[in-house]
């Protein structure tokens, strides 16, 4: 990376970040303390829910969810094909088969209609994913999964700080999952916190987390060494719930600022025919995950693959967030092994197929922004000289 390099994502990590850190490693406490419960009590009050339970990423806060909810072999789960493979792979984990839909090509959420279509008697949960941290249809999904009597998922990792009609992502369903890895709103190198009203659900996913302890063993007068049932390592230290207290401190601050960089983008790239802009409802205030276009229509996947090429050749970050997770290698060999034919959808495929992840973090300037637009222009053009 040289120095002229636009990233396409950098966390913002200051002052406070390295006092509280500092803080942890001066008192030697370096698992199971204080700065793990302040960081869960303040997430789960931002996304309205009573409990919090920080694990070590994003991905073990799914797993644990639905293994708290006793979802396993024979079970289906609804899920989005349009997502990072992490919201599908947790249903794998547990031996449940994902069943996917296809989205609504505005907000980039699985289809309600959809969704309520594939419903059968063996559908245990809906898995829902705000795609790029757009809220749009989680009421939506609340009320079928309340009609159908099953729970709800929020897969919110890319939705922290945001809200929907007033309701703060992470308040959706049974439990959200929220997730820390860098280029997430806050970061905690790696980190995810599950959030729920559902005090027992939380107990569980506790002693998951924690190797199957009882919350005796766990922090109070029983052995240590007491195991109520399989569980795993899903921890967080203290030194990333440090980092996760300094981060959610800022949080406010650190939406602005990515407001502000969404802002330059939209005013930038409004008149441009080219490219389709993120489509936010009036209905939802975002925090912003990533900046995510789309090529117009007439674009193919090639044309938009050598764009993204060509902006990394000028040192400008740029990704095809997201590939369809029903396309990846492995999920192919899952569908024949299950003897399934495999699933097509569509909209999700074409919509995959032409979007472009721009450079996206707190500090971007409004010069950086024009150059990464004008970049984008020039490859976008490139592809049209060739044509004619
Ligand atoms: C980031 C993310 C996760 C969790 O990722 P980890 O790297 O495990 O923290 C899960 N689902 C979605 C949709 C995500 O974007």
Known sequence: ??????????????????????????????????????????????????????VSSGTCGLHLVLLALGIGPGDEVITTPFSFVASANVILHVGATPVFVDIDPKSLNADPAQIEASITPRTRAILAVEAFGNPTHMDAYAQLAAKHEIPLIEDCCEALGTTYKGRPCGSFGRAGVFGFYPNKQITTGEG?????????????????RNQGRGAMSAGGQGSWLKHERLGYNYRMSELQAALGVAQMERLDELITARQRVANMYVTRLAANGDVILPTVSPESSMSWFVFVVRLAAEYSREERDRVIQGMRNHEVGSA???????????FIEWFEQAGRTRPSFPIA?????????????????????DLVCQTLEVMIQRENLRRS
């Open 192 to 208: 995810g916190m599950i959030v729920t009203d559902d005090e027992r659900l939380a107990a569980r996913c506790r002693s998951l």
């Open 349 to 369: 495929e074409t919509v995959a197929g032409r979007t472009i992840a721009l450079p996206f973090y707190t500090t971007l300037t409004e010069r950086e922004v």
């Open 320 to 330: 095809d967030y997201f590939p369809c997770i029903h396309e990846q290698s492995y």
């Open 1 to 54: 990376m040289s120095d002229n390099e636009i990233p396409l994502s950098k966390p913002d990590l200051g002052p406070l970040e390295e006092q509280k850190v500092m803080e942890v490693l001066r008192s030697g406490r370096l698992s199971i303390g204080p700065m793990q419960e302040r960081f869960e009590q303040m997430v789960s009050a931002r996304a309205g829910c009573r409990e919090g339970v920080a």
